[in-house]
């Protein structure tokens, strides 16, 4: 066999091609060897960026780097979110998503939604929260049903506040104006502070907002809660009654809050960041904190965890779910 110069040359073009290949392999080994940042797609003082906080101080522990919580908020998540969906996949960029973001959203911005769910990877569920149905403490009502009969003898002239369209907050009030057959003015704002310094003030009458973010308020009278929105009451104000206690058992949202990557983060990162997220919720220290903010810890596999295979198979089900009921309340990104 006679070996040509030429063939050695492409032998030697081949042998120096391989190890290219080598350093994104070790960047997986090595991950994370520098700052992640995890986007927030709200503004700070709300239950996402309530859990992110969180989360991120156990991850900073846990994985030996930073991580750095950052707010965009805008469009309902959508701003935060697609902002994640454009950066680099290599695990240093993550979204602290939710309910709106990773579900209501694709139905209800429909061809406006500038991203799809295939360009999101989940990586782990952090917990899920009852929402709560308050008003403010100038409007002569006590119970949901007073509140209801309020707004029906005048209708038009309440405004109801959220943290955002296509928030489980706004889906939530659309609801029970729905099946109340009522009629409010939606009042969207960029996140729950601003949102809750309103209803506080009186601007806005009427506001559904997460648990973690509204409870201190609740607790200390600032703001009167008529009722939760999941099938038992809440441990962190066991007095206030469910929506179906209530006598509005079609109107109920649990709202949720987890980690996402880019699409094409590699498996290895997903699956380490998955396992270390599913290990923080298991830390009693964390669900204490959890459960005292009105929180439920996530329980999606028989260990009482999660991972990302049972997070996607999650999320795929609240897309259809939402879906629904965006169809059948008549919400709009409008």
Known sequence: MIVTRRAMLAGGAGLVATPALIPHARAQDTWPSR?????????????TDIAARILAE???????????????????GNVGSDAVVKSDPDG?????????????NYSLYGAKMPYKPDALAAAGLMLQVPNAIFVTNALPVRTLKELVDYVKARPGQLNNGSSGIGTSLHLTGELLKSVAGIQMQHVPFRGAGPMLQEVI??????AVDNLPSVIGHLRE???RPLAVTTPTRSPALPDVPTTAEAGFPDVQATAWFGVQAPAQTPKPIIDRLGAEINAVVKEPETRAKIVDLGGLAPGLTPDGGTSPATFEKFIQAEIAKWAEVVRKSGATAE
């Not at 700052?35 to 239950?47: C, K, Q």
């Not at 156990?58 to 309902?76: C, D, K, S, Y």
């Not at 003030?201 to 009427?206: D, P, T």
Request: glycine share 12%.
């Open 35 to 47: 700052t992640i940042r995890l986007v927030v797609p709200f503004t700070p003082a709300g239950t």
């Open 58 to 76: 156990r991850l900073t522990q846990r994985l030996g780097q930073n991580v750095i919580v950052e707010n965009r908020p805008g469009a309902g």
């Open 92 to 104: 240093y960029t993550l979204l602290m998503c939710t309910i709106s973001s990773g579900a209501i």
């Open 201 to 206: 003030a009186g601007r806005i009458e009427v």
């Open 221 to 223: 009278g600032r703001l």
